[in-house]
T-cell receptor, first 111, second 117 residues
Framework: KQEVTQIPAALSVPEGENLVLNCSFT??????LQWFRQDPGKGLTSLLL?????REQTSGRLNASLDKSSGRSTLYIAASQPGDSATYLC??????????FGGGTRLMVKP | EPEVTQTPSHQVTQMGQEVILRCVPI?????FYWYRQILGQKVEFLVS????????KSEIFDDQFSVERPDGSNFTLKIRSTKLEDSAMYFC???????????????FGSGTRLTVV
C-alpha cells in the first residue's frame, strides 16, 4: 500500500528566502506526482504535475523534482512571498485511479 | 481556465439525515472522483467513476455512500444516513484520462464542508 510522507509538517520563513519542501513515497511504481496548494478551509489548487518519466517541472518561482527510484520529490520555492503562505500537498498516482496524499507542509512566510 | 464546481460550499445536517453533494466536472473530462478530508487529517480517496459506473472505491465508501451522474453535467455523492464522523470537507475532482497513465493530472473543486450535528 502506498504511503506518502511530507517533511516538515510546518515551516516558517522570512520573506525572500528560498525554501524546499519534501515528499517521500514508499512504492516507486508511480504514474505521476502532483503538487497542490491548499489555503485554509479552501480547495486544492494544482501547482505542478510530474509524469513518471520526467525529472522536474517548473512554473514561475516553483520547481518540482522527482526521483522515482529513491521515492522522493521536492518542491522548491524561490524568493518566497507572504502570499505563498498555505499548505502544500503532494499526491502520487500509483495503480488504479486514486491519488494518495501526504499530510502536507504548512508554510508561513513572514513579511 | 476550466473549473470543477461544487455546491453547496457548506452544509449542516442532522445525524441520520440524507445529504447530496453536487459537482459539475470539467466538460471534456471522462473520470470523476470524490475525496474527503477530515479536519486535521490527510485527503482520502472515496470513489472513482467512469462510463457511468464505479471503477474503484475505498474501504470508506460503504453502503451508506452512493454516486450518480444523473445527467450529462452533474456528478453527485449521496450519504444516506449521516453520522457525526462523516463531518469533513468533501472534494470532487475530474481528469481527462484515468487508469494506468500519468499524462494528465486531476482538477479539484473548492469543496463542500459537511457538518453533521
Amino acid at each position: 500500500k502506498q504511503e506518502v510522507t511530507q517533511i516538515p509538517a510546518a515551516l516558517s520563513v522570512p520573506e525572500g528566502e528560498n525554501l524546499v519542501l519534501n515528499c517521500s513515497f514508499t512504492d516507486s511504481a508511480i504514474y505521476n506526482l502532483q503538487w497542490f496548494r491548499q489555503d485554509p478551509g479552501k480547495g486544492l489548487t494544482s501547482l505542478l504535475l510530474i509524469q513518471s518519466s520526467q525529472r522536474e517541472q517548473t512554473s514561475g518561482r516553483l520547481n518540482a523534482s522527482l526521483d522515482k527510484s529513491s521515492g522522493r520529490s521536492t518542491l522548491y520555492i524561490a524568493a518566497s512571498q507572504p502570499g505563498d503562505s498555505a499548505t502544500y500537498l503532494c499526491a502520487v498516482k500509483s495503480g488504479g485511479n486514486m491519488l494518495t496524499f501526504g499530510g502536507g507542509t504548512r508554510l508561513m512566510v513572514k513579511p | 481556465e476550466p473549473e470543477v464546481t461544487q455546491t453547496p460550499s457548506h452544509q449542516v445536517t442532522q445525524m441520520g439525515q440524507e445529504v447530496i453533494l453536487r459537482c459539475v466536472p470539467i466538460s471534456n473530462h471522462l473520470y470523476f472522483y470524490w475525496y474527503r478530508q477530515i479536519l486535521g487529517q490527510k485527503v482520502e480517496f472515496l470513489v472513482s467513476f467512469y462510463n457511468n459506473e464505479i471503477s474503484e472505491k475505498s474501504e470508506i465508501f460503504d453502503d451508506q455512500f452512493s454516486v450518480e451522474r444523473p445527467d450529462g453535467s452533474n456528478f453527485t455523492l449521496k450519504i444516506r444516513s449521516t453520522k457525526l464522523e462523516d463531518s469533513a470537507m468533501y472534494f470532487c475532482a475530474s481528469s481527462v484520462l484515468g487508469g494506468q497513465e500519468g499524462l494528465y493530472g486531476y482538477t479539484f473543486g473548492s469543496g463542500t464542508r459537511l457538518t453533521v450535528v
